[in-house]
């Protein structure tokens, strides 16, 4: 586990610091995390590198989900 967070997570936590609350900054990263999770999780379901997630049966709710945001 890394000691701190990588470059580009640390330029994200200053956006998120020097944000004002209607900038919307925090909700449009969340959406973002979340597609970048969704698309995580279908590739490992489509066959990625760890067979215990292929054929999983949860992403179209999961993709329901970030449809929604």
């Known amino acids: ?38 698309s995580l999780f279908q590739r490992s379901a489509d066959g990625g590198a760890d067979a215990k997630f292929e054929g999983l049966g949860g992403i179209p709710r999961f993709s329901f989900i970030s449809a929604m945001a």
């Open 1 to 38: 586990m890394p000691e701190k967070p990588d470059e580009n997570s640390q330029k994200k936590l200053k956006k998120l610091r020097d944000a004002k609350p209607e900038d919307n900054q925090y909700v449009a990263m969340q959406v973002s995390a979340h597609k970048d999770s969704v």
